[in-house]
DNA sequence: CTAGTTGCAAAGAGTTTGCATGGCG
DNA sequence: CGCCATGCAAACTCTTTGCAACTAG
């Protein structure tokens, strides 16, 4: 789809992928970014998820996305792990997402899709520093 | 909280009983029940989760909120599954939950919130139904 | 009667779209 | 130069809040 490669296509890829690890909405990107016009930064989103270069979360039903950059086709292969606290994102090892999807779809018959879930909780580091 | 018994009250929670297999927004139980305001709805919605009775999906960073009907407090112990097509929730076995929790706890060292994490995928149902 | 609730309307925030302008190739 | 992409502004949708009217207890 993206024909031209654009100042501010790189701007946003940029961004994103200094940000691999955070789970994004559209919103929050744009004010990141305000060179860039609110519509562009939607429209790019849009498009670079049609390439699979970025994964749309939690989709159904509602209007508003989140975005996580995948670098690679790698994360389509395992489950993602958000921090509540943070927001930062941790990647599930793949043998560990198999067990977890094929023990799943054994006992409950469910098929669970590895790109549109995430698991959200407190990481490691939010656990420890417990300065609240 | 909620010190009267309302009709408002009762009609969600009648409608809620109706569809506690389906997780939905804000906005739609709004436009099922026409006969109740907006704000009422958003306000008894709020007050209902304060107490317990409702579970909110996917609150972190954004405004958008999916509501969860948890009867008893049951819920609260294990994970659930939601059908990308049908929408319709499934819960995952205690113990099935408690293993997985326990396993990202132990190799990942991440704490997976069991009341605000969903995962997403199709049931068997639909997945039989191939009349796509 | 008193306080919790409701409905309406207005205000915010996020997302989408049309259209003229600008820039990649 | 032609077509895609951008920017701006308007239109929408969802959510929140203030306030007066209503009502359960």
């Known amino acids: 789809m ?10 946003l890829l940029d961004y994103l992928q200094s940000h691999a690890d955070e789970t994004l909405s559209a919103s929050i990107i744009s004010k990141a970014l305000p060179e860039i016009s609110v519509s562009a930064v939607y429209r790019n989103l849009a498009a670079l998820e049609k390439e699979g270069l970025l994964a749309a979360v939690r989709e159904a039903g509602g209007r ?6 995948t670098a690679a086709e790698q994360c389509r292969r395992h489950l993602h792990l958000s921090c509540k606290k943070c927001g930062r994102t941790f990647h599930l090892g793949e043998a560990q997402t198999e ?3 094929e023990s799943i779809a054994a006992l409950d018959n469910f098929a669970v899709d590895r790109s549109s879930t ?5 990481c490691e580091n939010c656990r420890c520093t417990r300065d609240k």
Chains 1, 2 share one sequence.
Do not use: N, S
């Not at 995430?118 to 407190?122: A, P, T």
């Open 118 to 122: 995430v698991l959200y909780g407190i």
């Open 2 to 11: 993206p024909t031209y490669k654009t100042q501010t296509r790189k701007m």
């Open 64 to 69: 508003e996305r989140y975005y996580r950059f």
């Open 99 to 101: 067990a977890l999807v």
